[in-house]
């Protein structure tokens, strides 16, 4: 095999797995922003339900308030009914305590169902409360692990791009040009390994002296696939053994 063939088929596998790892690393922001999503709606959900708590509390001391007037009322109407001198006056003092009284019951009624309301909020404020520590604790252990895999796919593109960097001083420029720009007609593969006669990219069947050229140890002669135009190499394929040997 034409030794500069054999840099193409290593500089080719450290782009591919480059290509890989670069694709990984642009996936971090949004695994993060992902996390940190979690984390705020969470937030939100524990923020609502305390506003709604808030805004029970002051319903509920607002009905408070207007039972207490109604109540204050009926005394004030009776106390008035001991002094007033005509039975129309009494009947008509009667009427107001009865009307205010209904108030009463009325406020009342409505203040048992904010009591009510303000219990289960309390009891969901305290649940999500839980359910955002949880949140944030897996969070943490999920943005520690992406930070690690972050750190350890840095590592893993530099040494590549070192890698990388040591073929492509070893490849004849214009090999590496023509590598290239097959390379960028085929979404970053420019050879194709040769497989009983066949280009393993596009399936198409290799003329028969192209593959005896291929196969011969001794070819440095460059081939392409006449379907893809892709670079062609031969490896010779390991020899099964029989089996219980």
């Given at each position: 095999?034409?030794?500069?063939?054999?840099?193409?088929?290593?500089?080719?596998?450290?782009?591919?797995?480059?290509?890989?790892?670069?694709?990984r690393l642009a996936a971090f922001p949004k695994r993060f922003a992902d996390i940190e999503a979690r984390v705020q709606s969470a937030r939100a959900q524990l923020e609502k339900t305390r506003e709604g708590l808030k805004r029970s509390l002051t319903e509920r001391k607002k009905y408070e308030l207007d039972v207490e007037q109604w109540k204050e009322k009926v005394r004030k109407y009776k106390d008035q009914s001991y002094s007033v001198k005509t039975n129309e006056?009494?009947?008509?003092?009667?009427?107001?305590?009865?009307?205010?009284?209904?108030?009463?019951?009325?406020?009342?009624?409505?203040?048992?169902?904010?009591?009510?309301?303000?219990?289960?909020?309390?009891?969901?404020?305290?649940?999500?409360?839980?359910?955002?520590?949880?949140?944030?604790?897996?969070?943490?252990?999920?943005?520690?692990?992406?930070?690690?895999?972050?750190?350890?796919?840095?590592?893993?593109?530099?040494?590549?791009?070192?890698?990388?960097?040591?073929?492509?001083?070893?490849?004849?420029?214009?090999?590496?040009?023509?590598?290239?720009?097959?390379?960028?007609?085929?979404?970053?593969?420019?050879?194709?390994?040769?497989?009983?006669?066949?280009?393993?990219?596009?399936?198409?069947?290799?003329?028969?002296?192209?593959?005896?050229?291929?196969?011969?140890?001794?070819?440095?002669?460059?081939?392409?696939?006449?379907?893809?135009?892709?670079?062609?190499?031969?490896?010779?394929?390991?020899?099964?053994?029989?089996?219980?040997?």
């Amino acid at each position: 095999m034409n030794p500069n063939l054999q840099l193409l088929i290593e500089l080719q596998a450290l782009d591919l797995r480059l290509g890989e790892v670069r694709e990984r690393l642009a996936a971090f922001p949004k695994r993060f922003a992902d996390i940190e999503a979690r984390v705020q709606s969470a937030r939100a959900q524990l923020e609502k339900t305390r506003e709604g708590l808030k805004r029970s509390l002051t319903e509920r001391k607002k009905y408070e308030l207007d039972v207490e007037q109604w109540k204050e009322k009926v005394r004030k109407y009776k106390d008035q009914s001991y002094s007033v001198k005509t039975n129309e006056a009494y009947k008509a003092l009667q009427h107001e305590i009865e009307m205010a009284e209904a108030q009463i019951v009325k406020a009342e009624d409505a203040l048992l169902q904010q009591m009510i309301a303000g219990e289960q909020y309390e009891k969901q404020v305290k649940e999500n409360e839980a359910t955002l520590k949880q949140i944030e604790a897996a969070a943490a252990a999920d943005h520690s692990a992406a930070e690690a895999e972050k750190a350890a796919a840095e590592k893993e593109r530099a040494a590549l791009e070192a890698d990388r960097e040591r073929h492509l001083a070893e490849i004849p420029q214009d090999l590496l040009d023509l590598y290239v720009r097959i390379a960028r007609k085929h979404g970053g593969t420019a050879l194709a390994e040769v497989r009983d006669e066949t280009c393993t990219m596009c399936r198409v069947r290799i003329r028969p002296q192209v593959y005896q050229l291929l196969r011969a140890a001794h070819s440095g002669e460059i081939f392409h696939c006449e379907s893809c135009t892709r670079i062609l190499y031969y490896l010779e394929q390991p020899v099964a053994q029989p089996s219980g040997q």
